[in-house]
């Protein structure tokens, strides 16, 4: 009988480890412990694309907890939100996720969602997906509403919204899958795992 091999989630995020329980998969979480912006920040200026930064940080974090734990299957993630050449990062405060609520409504922006598959030091499978996102062109009145209901947890995803809750109120067109949009594409994923022997086909 083949031996089960230990699969880690490297991340803290709920919202990941949701959909990996939910798809029945059995495994530890481990948080990578790296600096994201430190390498993030050379891979900007070089002028990198958004999918490029979110495979390179998905690899980071995959690495990190690789090198702690040998002969494990390690899963890094990384999503990476941009929009006219610019990148996002998560609202330190709630009048800093209304602002930019305020100042992206009517647009689209992009979620760059990687995955990274690491196991000895070794990446051995990797996968960007895309998810683009049309903001509708919301009041002023509805953007109060909506602070006032989804509270601090606007501080929690880097477009501070949830789309799998009331953030997708804020929307009126987008294109991409669901799974994408919250930062783990799980079919490709879960075709990686099958095709490497991890879970059964």
């Not at 031996?3 to 919202?15: M, Q, T």
């Not at 930064?53 to 980071?60: D, E, G, M, S, V």
């Not at 609520?101 to 992009?110: F, P, Q, V, Y």
């Not at 919204?161 to 994408?180: A, C, I, N, R, W």
Request: with cysteine; net charge neutral.
């Amino acid at each position: 009988m083949t031996k089960e091999k230990r699969l880690i989630l490297a991340s803290g995020s709920p919202f990941r480890k949701q959909l990996m329980e939910a798809a029945g998969l059995r495994f530890e979480t481990e948080p990578a412990r790296i600096n994201e912006r430190e390498i993030e920040a050379p891979l900007a200026q070089s002028e990198a694309r958004p999918e490029e930064i979110a495979a390179a940080l998905a690899r980071a974090k995959a690495r990190d907890v690789a090198n702690h734990h040998p002969g494990a299957v390690v899963i890094g993630s990384d999503q990476v939100m941009s929009m006219d050449g610019r990148l996002f990062h998560k609202c330190t405060s709630v009048e800093m996720a209304r602002q930019q609520l305020r100042s992206m409504r009517g647009r689209a922006h992009r979620l760059s969602s990687a995955i990274s598959i690491v196991t000895d030091g070794e990446e051995i499978w990797k996968h960007v997906s895309v998810a683009d996102m049309s903001f509708r062109d919301f009041s002023d009145a509805f953007l109060d509403l909506y602070m006032a209901q989804a509270g601090e947890k606007v501080l929690l995803t880097v477009g501070a919204y949830s789309y799998e809750g009331l953030g997708q109120q804020l929307f009126e067109k987008v294109e991409g899958d669901f799974f994408t949009i919250i930062g783990l594409p799980m079919l490709p994923l879960l075709a990686a795992l099958r095709d490497l022997a991890i879970i059964p086909r």
